[in-house]
């Protein structure tokens, strides 16, 4: 191998996407040498077959909501038909701007891109093709996958949400499987698209990670939709036939579909990477850090979705900023996960930053709850929403949980972590002047409740 193949950094990242793109930026800010490896398209599968263009879809389902729905806002609209082919242009575009704009920033950053299929050959050096990085610190940021079940194989009319995403038709019959995040938020798209969904989901609630209420409000609002779910329903096999997929459950029932929608949650991608010949501990898959992103191995970090915890981009992103700025020196605070916001981009949205009731309780014992309906916020009326917000509170302390569902509602996660992560007392958010007529009033009004005086809200 000649010597200009060789190449020796501070930093060498594997992998591209939120958590990786983030500290080869951080990074080379600082002034530190670093190879970025991506073996798929810079940005990863939050840019390209995640976050984004999922987003994409459900803004186009939302349009076609508002088209069916005009006349009860006193505008004559009608429904005619979804075009995929354009909505699919559409979302493609919004991708191919935000692809194109991180590309310049990786190049105006004089980052060494590496595009190839990178794997570890040792602690400290990443191979990809004749080449061989070499840091002396290497990151891990090699990102996750969309799982399916033992013997159900994927093709045909039983896809994940990769295949999902540039489907060419409307499905007349969808069954998902999954209630969780993604299962929620296909299960609207399509939905709002003129399909006929059930959500076939094996615990005894739909999105199961939220606090309880939530998944309750969730699933009367799917009803309403006229989507069927079915919680503590367990998947025994699935047969194609034609044009038609057969769902069978462990209770005997069968369901026919058009389509199979596999949504069972995203697995890390580290086989065959040469991890664990490098001496890092793996787990399940998953790659364990200590709090500061540390691997069992000096030098080595880990960040994303192969790191055990919530699988969010927003997470990796600020992951691989940490990461970053300790092998700086900078000695940044540790990143709290439990002050992580979440939001499921379904109808209506869900949002929730900090503890569940049910977590709240076992780690405080004696918590207080609020519950503010939407029904007494002025924006939520104007459209035509119905949801709450719920707060958890330790006793005589702070916010320590924020749940909310209602449309849009997800735009509220700002100020509700800010309250959560500074650790507010309800007394502190009640004194702050809430604009009106907007949905964050909603927030003021949760804290003017919790805090003793309830206005647009029974005591």
């Known amino acids: 191998m000649s010597a200009e193949a060789a190449g020796d950094y501070d930093v060498v990242i594997l992998g591209g996407g939120s958590g990786g793109y983030a500290c080869a930026l951080r990074s080379a800010q600082l002034g530190l040498t670093v190879a970025l490896v991506e073996k798929a398209k810079l940005g990863g599968t939050c840019l390209h077959q995640g976050c984004i263009p999922t987003k994409a879809l459900l803004h186009a389902a939302e349009v076609a909501d508002v088209a069916r729905d005009g006349s009860q806002f006193g505008v004559k609209t009608a429904f005619e038909s979804v075009d995929m082919a354009a909505v699919h242009a559409y979302k493609d575009r919004v991708v191919g701007r935000l692809f194109k704009g991180l590309q310049g920033l990786v190049k105006g950053a004089r980052i060494d891109y590496v595009e190839g299929a990178g794997a570890l050959d040792g602690p400290k050096t990443v191979v990809v093709g004749d080449r061989r990085l070499t840091g002396k610190h290497v990151v891990l940021a090699t990102g996750s996958y969309a799982k399916s079940l033992p013997g159900l194989e994927i093709g045909g009319r ?63 609002a799917f009803r309403k939709r006229k989507i069927a779910i079915k919680t503590g329903a367990r998947f025994a096999g699935a047969a194609q036939s034609g044009d038609v997929v057969t769902v069978s459950l462990e209770s ?63 997470r990796g992103f600020a992951q691989g900023i940490f990461v970053a700025e300790e092998i700086k020196g900078l000695s940044p605070g540790a990143i709290d996960e439990a002050g992580i916001p979440r939001v499921t981009y379904c109808d209506p949205e869900v949002a929730s930053v900090g503890l569940t009731e049910a977590e709240a309780r076992e780690a405080h014992g004696d918590v207080l709850t609020q519950e503010y309906n939407l029904g007494g916020n002025g924006k939520s009326q104007i459209l035509g929403t119905q949801g709450f917000i719920k707060l958890v509170r330790r006793k005589d302390g702070p916010v320590v949980g924020i749940h909310m569902i209602g449309a849009r509602i997800g735009e509220q996660i700002g100020e509700a972590q800010l309250i959560v992560n500074w650790e507010a007392h309800p007394e502190d958010v009640a004194s702050l002047v809430h604009a009106h007529p907007t949905q964050n009033e909603a927030l003021g009004e949760a804290h003017l409740a919790l805090a003793g005086k309830p206005l647009h809200a029974h005591a």
Request: zero cysteines; charged letters at 20%; hydrophobic letters at 45%.
């Open 158 to 220: 039983i896809m994940t949400s990769d295949e999902a995403l540039s489907i060419d038709h409307v499905p007349a019959r969808v069954v998902v499987l999954g209630g969780g995040v993604i299962g929620v938020e296909f299960a609207s798209v399509f939905t709002s698209f003129g399909s006929e969904v059930t959500i076939v989901e094996a615990l005894p609630r739909l999105v199961p990670a939220e606090d309880e209420a939530i998944s309750k409000q969730l699933e009367r």
């Open 252 to 314: 005997g029932e069968t369901i026919e579909a058009d389509l199979l929608l596999v949504a069972v949650g995203r697995g890390p991608v580290t086989e065959g990477l040469g991890y664990e010949a490098a001496g890092i501990t793996v787990d399940r898959g998953f790659v364990p850090t200590d709090e500061r992103l540390r691997t069992n191995v000096p030098g080595v970090y880990a960040v994303g979705d192969i790191v055990p915890g919530l699988q969010l981009a927003h």
